[in-house]
């Protein structure tokens, strides 16, 4: 075990402003840890256990967090930037104002995870479970869902251009007020199972007609 994951799991209650910059921490076991603030850059924490760690305003930018367990974590206002979260398990996870924007999230389980606020720009989410998430707000410009599960995610109001959603499922996501304007490979047949409103910015491959408030047809 590397000195700087012994001292890590042995601290892991005071990780106040901690610096672990490019270290080790490969199947450290942070459970339940406080880690606020703490500066984790370039640090390796592939399939270290986080679930229940406190993680606000932390900095993991470039690290590497493959099969990372962040289940459950707290984690405002973090800092994920072109990090590797690859089939890491962030259900009911609550990352508000985080931003990973160039990260790549590739099957990552974040169901139910509150995102509301946080920055996706240019992140791949492809074959994510995002079911029953909270984007409200987010930043999802140019980000990646090819193969994504958005069952009823709350995408209102977000920022969704040219995003790609190749074979992305929909059903039930509420995309009321969201911008989707050049997004790649959505189709009406996507839009249909979704929630939208008259304030909803669709592609402009995507016409419509509003019947009324509710109801809509595609020319």
């Given amino acids: 075990m590397s000195a700087e994951k012994s001292r890590a799991e042995n601290s892991k209650k005071s990780l106040h402003n901690a610096d672990f910059t490019g270290a080790d921490l490969k199947q450290a076991d942070l459970s339940s840890g406080v880690l606020i603030e703490a500066c984790l850059k370039g640090a390796d924490l592939s399939e270290a256990d986080l679930?229940?760690?406190d993680v606000s305003s932390a900095n993991f930018?470039?690290?590497?967090?493959?099969?990372?367990?962040?289940?459950?974590c707290r984690g405002r206002d973090a800092n994920f930037t072109r990090a590797t979260l690859t089939q890491a398990n962030l259900v009911e996870a609550n990352l508000i104002g985080a931003d990973f924007s160039h990260a790549n999230l590739s099957e990552s389980n974040i169901?139910?995870?509150?995102?509301?606020?946080?920055?996706?720009?240019?992140?791949?989410l492809s074959d994510t479970n995002m079911t029953g998430a909270f984007l409200s707000n987010a930043n999802l410009s140019d980000t990646n869902f090819t193969n994504a599960d958005l069952i009823a995610t709350d995408l209102t109001n977000s920022d969704l251009t040219g995003s790609n959603f190749e074979n992305t499922y929909l059903n039930h996501a509420d995309l009321s007020g969201a911008n989707l304007k050049q997004t790649k490979?959505?189709?009406?047949?996507?839009i249909e199972t979704t929630f939208i409103t008259r304030d909803t910015l669709l592609p402009d491959n995507l016409r419509?007609?509003?019947?009324?408030?509710?109801?809509?047809e595609f020319d």
């Fill in 61 to 72: 930018e470039g690290a590497r967090l493959h099969r990372t367990l962040l289940h459950r």
């Fill in 111 to 124: 169901e139910g995870a509150d995102l509301k606020n946080t920055k996706f720009k240019n992140a791949n």
């Fill in 185 to 190: 490979n959505l189709t009406c047949e996507q």
């Fill in 51 to 53: 679930c229940d760690t």
């Fill in 208 to 216: 419509l007609k509003w019947i009324s408030d509710t109801e809509y």
